[in-house]
């Protein structure tokens, strides 16, 4: 199986050449790289961001971008990769790199087109490349999984000879083969780092055993992982909850929660002591828009829970202050924490809602230090900043249709994060700092 790698050498257009967007005064967007190529289209959706040395991955539905950001003033394509499968979010450790698919493929290589979900002899999975060299990724393996991969979460083994992708997929049916109901598991995969070829799932636990007769949780839509402390985070459908995975192939559920105005627990967020967790609601799936009045401030929001007792206690609400129009699609997406000693402050993504900053130090009470905001999206589909992740001195957002987009926050508050210098970024698996 080989992949396509299509090379590009256009960089960066100046961030004041396009049309204007709105920032705060402490934020100040530097560059933009416009999508390209097969990447283009309007349904060529833009997706999610890991970070490694001086390369920024960026995944895309049709495949995923190489980005050299050593000057992050003038990112470069390096290499663009076309490989089609939704949503190919990107997760990055030494040579290899791994794309989740979620959609049903007529075969597992780059080159198969749309499977029936009613065929058991379609695919839908992991994707494994060999990233040694980023001018040319070359494919190397394919998993499948129960239901597909709708996210994955890399976790470092405890010997330093493996990786493990926590994958979490959702939405089975009874005519759909392979994801039948109540599908309340997530599938590990293994990765041996010297031998990615025998990458297999070696565990298919089931998190939520008690659920017959009861409310049903159908599978997780992401988790974030704490491996220093043996501890996870899962936004599963319905449910936030905490994990122990100090056996890293039979995760447990210990705390599980509900939330009367989260719809779709989508994302986690530790702190930086492992002391409090931020949830994401994203009510109406990210194609609708709920940053209006009519909303409200305590739906399609964050959350924030403290740990207490190994338990989750709810204290505060976070949505940001900017009211949307309703045709904007705008709800809580992804984002990172920003590494301030002593304080918990995050950067996330809101789609056209744009970039929040917020500084939850207080869980009682989260609030608004900075943003950033494009103009409403003039096309027809949905738009904004799908991920919005901090990585050495710098906030890359990956924006649906508008590209690479890179900020930087100049703020008392946040200047000693650029003290801080990471080799790699995947903003599922936290490490203290």
Not at 319 to 344: E, F, M, T, W, Y
Request: hydrophobic letters at 35%; a neutral charge.
């Amino acid at each position: 199986m080989s992949a396509v790698a299509g090379l590009a050498l256009l960089g960066a257009v100046p961030a004041h050449a396009a049309e204007k967007p709105k920032t705060s005064a402490n934020v100040k967007h530097v560059a933009n790289v416009p999508k390209q190529g097969p990447f283009a289209a309007e349904d060529a959706y833009n997706t999610d961001l890991a970070f490694q040395g001086r390369y920024a991955y960026q995944g895309n539905y049709n495949g995923f971008t190489v980005y050299d950001i050593g000057d992050p003033a003038k990112p470069r394509v390096v290499s663009r990769v076309s490989c089609p499968g939704a949503q190919n979010d990107v997760s990055v450790t030494g040579k290899l790199l791994f794309l989740s698919v979620d959609e049903s493929r007529s075969g597992d290589s780059c080159a198969s087109d749309y499977g029936s979900p009613t065929d058991k002899g379609a695919w839908e999975g992991i994707r494994i490349f060999d990233i040694s060299d980023k001018a040319r990724p070359k494919y190397v393996k394919a998993v499948k999984t129960a239901c597909g991969s709708h996210t994955h979460t890399l976790v470092p083994d405890k010997k330093g000879k493996a990786v493990y992708l926590y994958v979490s997929s959702y939405g089975p049916g009874d005519i759909l083969a392979g994801c039948k109901p109540p599908h309340d598991k997530i599938s590990i995969v293994k990765v041996p780092l010297d031998k990615p070829t025998a990458a297999k799932v070696v565990a298919t636990p089931v998190l939520f055993p008690e659920q017959s007769g009861g409310p049903t949780t159908s599978g997780c839509h992401d988790i974030t992982v704490y491996p220093a402390k043996d501890l996870a985070a899962g936004a599963c459908m319905g449910d936030g909850v905490l994990l122990d995975i100090a056996d890293r192939e039979k995760p447990k559920v210990t705390n599980r929660v509900t939330d009367e105005n989260f719809a779709f627990w989508h994302s986690a967020t530790f702190n930086n002591t492992g002391t409090k967790v931020f949830f994401t609601d994203e009510l109406g799936g990210g194609a609708a828009g709920v940053c209006d009045k009519a909303t409200g401030a305590e739906r399609g929001a964050d959350a924030v829970y403290d740990i207490s007792g190994g338990e989750l206690a709810r204290q505060a609400y976070f949505k940001i202050p900017r009211s949307q129009d309703k045709r904007q699609n705008c709800v809580a997406h992804n984002g990172s924490l920003i590494p301030v000693k002593g304080k918990d402050i995050m950067v996330q993504a809101w789609y056209q809602g744009g970039v929040s900053f917020v500084d939850f130090t207080d869980p009682a009470k989260p609030q608004e230090i900075g943003f950033f905001e494009r103009p409403p999206f003039k096309g027809r589909d949905i738009a904004g900043s799908w991920s919005a992740y901090y990585y050495n001195g710098y906030v890359y957002s990956s924006d649906i249709q508008k590209g690479l987009d890179v900020l930087r926050i100049d703020d008392p508050r946040t200047d000693p994060a650029k003290k801080v210098k990471l080799k790699v970024l995947n903003t599922q698996t936290q490490y203290g700092y």
